[in-house]
């Protein structure tokens, strides 16, 4: 079975940083592009970061540019994101999700990240 | 940047068909995606280059793309299909996700 798995997210103060995690199982990540959305509190999608498959074509949302950074471990079945300077509008569900064809066809369950003092 | 506008509702009745817009510039040069976000639960995609379906979406569910409008329509709609829905377009290689509409069934 298809699963991407999130992990690393909780509660951290603003200017605080976390990582996130993304764990594959049921195929190998290194054929596909991958990508972190998020979704604030009661809002909608917004798509944060993307990494190549060689993790040689990186991008960023403006919102988050500076701050985050992507990554990736094909060996591990795994991608990255490493977040800095964490705002409090940065409080959201982040998904990591594949590309196939132009659509996102798999996304993980969601990690929690709650930016409070 | 470019953006893609959704209308925030649409209701319909059970059985009856529903329509969810998604406009953007030229967006019919481009191609769209839909998904469908249940309370609680992950997006799911539902169509995929402007009218094609995943394995597994049922056949009620199909979208079309031209002009400045991508459209989502589902036929037959049941209770089930209750449910936010997202279209989403490339911006040379960024992704952008429309608002949002929330489709009531009643």
């Known amino acids: 079975e298809v699963q991407l798995v999130e992990s690393g997210g909780g509660l951290v103060k603003p200017g605080g940083s976390l990582r996130l995690s993304c764990t594959a199982s049921?195929?190998?990540?290194?054929?596909?592009?991958m990508h972190w959305v998020r979704q604030a509190p009661g809002k909608g999608l917004e798509w944060v970061s993307s990494?190549?498959?060689?993790?040689?074509?990186?991008y960023y949302a403006d919102s988050v540019k500076g701050r985050f950074t992507v990554s990736r471990d094909n060996a591990k079945n795994s991608v990255f994101l490493q977040m800095n300077s964490l705002r409090a509008e940065d409080t959201a569900v982040y998904y990591c999700?594949?590309?196939?064809?132009?659509?996102?066809?798999?996304w993980g369950q969601g990690a929690l990240v709650t930016v409070s003092s | 940047s470019y953006e893609l506008t959704q209308p925030p509702s649409v209701s319909v009745s059970p059985g009856q068909t529903a329509s969810i817009t998604c406009s953007g510039d030229k967006l019919g040069d481009k191609y769209a995606c839909w998904y469908q976000q249940r309370p609680g639960q992950s997006p799911v995609l539902v169509i995929y280059?402007?009218?094609k379906r995943p394995s597994g979406i049922p056949e009620r569910f199909s979208g079309s793309n031209s002009g400045n409008t991508a459209t989502l329509t589902i036929s037959g709609t049941q209770a089930m299909d209750e449910a936010d829905f997202y279209c989403?377009?490339?911006?040379?290689?960024?992704?952008?996700f429309g608002g949002g509409t929330k489709l009531t069934v009643l």
């Open positions: 990494i190549s498959t060689s993790s040689s074509y990186i």
């Open positions: 280059q402007d009218s």
């Open positions: 049921g195929f190998t990540i290194s054929g596909h592009n």
């Open positions: 999700a594949t590309v196939t064809d132009g659509g996102l066809d798999y």
């Open positions: 989403q377009a490339w911006d040379s290689d960024t992704v952008i």
